[in-house]
Nanobody, 126 residues
Framework: QVQPVESGGGSVQAGGSLRLSCAAS????????MGWFRQAPGKEREVVAR????????FYADSVKGRFTMSRDTAKNTLYLQMNNLKPEDTAMYYC???????????????????WGQGTQVTVSS
């Protein structure tokens, strides 16, 4: 299976913006959902945003609501995460992920996902 590939991370100052991309191969069209996660040093991996194949409406963690926007381009098999008004606490490695084909998990926890990218680092300085 081809793994998702994230890009677009970097270092920004608080209040800045970044746009992450995830080249998701066939996952976008064939999987029940796709998710963006992040993991800061010493912390557990947490879901940032998720979107279901049957819906156009993403779901967001409370910590990023109103600042982050998840979208997808099925023609390009690409997932995006637009991050605005970044805060130092957003500093983490960001991952996109997909569940196994034919599985229909809730998609709100890492255990629901089987295919992960290598991650892209986001660092926000104050």
């Amino acid at each position: 299976q081809v793994q998702p590939v994230e890009s677009g991370g970097g270092s920004v100052q608080a209040g800045g913006s970044l746009r992450l991309s995830c080249a998701a191969s066939e996952y976008i069209r064939s999987r029940h959902c796709m998710g963006w996660f992040r993991q800061a040093p010493g912390k557990e991996r947490e879901v940032v945003a998720r979107i279901y194949s049957a819906s156009e409406t993403p779901f967001y963690a409370d910590s990023v609501k109103g600042r982050f926007t998840m979208s997808r381009d099925t023609a390009k098999n690409t997932l995006y995460l637009q991050m605005n008004n970044l805060k130092p606490e957003d500093t983490a490695m960001y991952y996109c992920a997909a569940p196994r084909k034919g599985q229909f998990p809730l998609c709100n926890r890492p255990e629901d996902f089987s295919f992960w990218g290598q991650g892209t680092q986001v660092t926000v300085s104050s």
